[in-house]
């Protein structure tokens, strides 16, 4: 028989690992892999364990995608509003409404316990590594975070007004 070169038996040492070739051809490669350093190498790596990701891995990286996709929606929506708006000659009321709604959450983060008179003294150490943490990252303060959820309502609110004070 001729000499099987070592790109068919590097093809065939996936199934050849599993046991799923015949028996005459898993003596062909066992043959070849007793003189061949190379594939022995190759075939030593096919019996390695493969690192899977562990269950909360995938739940972490779930939560991460469904994170982006809520913000995506959130930064989509009010502007397609304001279009929506514009073509029906609501832009006035729509503008209102847009102004009402940000000082409505503008003012609701303020009610959130960031400052340090609703803090005891564990819970302010804790707050300010965390915030450490988010600087680090380049996130930003709490504030920024929060103001910037609210950019898709004011930047239509801003336009409007640039463009009344500019106007010739």
């Not at 070169?5 to 062909?28: F, H, K, M, R």
């Not at 930003?140 to 930047?155: A, D, E, K």
């Amino acid at each position: 028989m001729n000499e099987i070169t070592c790109s068919v038996i590097q093809d065939l040492l996936p199934n050849y690992a599993e046991g799923l070739i015949s028996p005459e051809t898993a003596a062909v490669i066992r043959d070849h892999l007793e003189t061949c350093p190379d594939c022995r190498r190759l075939y030593e790596d096919y019996q390695k364990p493969v690192d899977l990701p562990r269950p909360d891995e995938i739940k972490a990286d779930k939560k991460i995608i469904r994170k982006i996709w809520l913000q995506s929606l959130w930064y989509l929506f009010w502007p397609c509003l304001y279009a929506v708006s514009l073509k029906a000659g609501w832009e006035k009321q729509i503008l209102i409404a847009f102004g009402i709604f940000a000082s409505v959450i503008f003012a609701a983060l303020f009610e959130y316990p960031a400052y340090d008179i609703y803090f005891d003294d564990d819970k302010k150490k804790e707050y300010y590594v965390k915030e450490g943490k988010q600087l680090k990252q380049g996130n930003g303060n709490w504030l920024v975070r929060n103001l910037v959820w609210l950019l898709p309502i004011i930047v239509p609110m801003l336009v409007e007004l640039a463009s009344r004070l500019f106007a010739v």
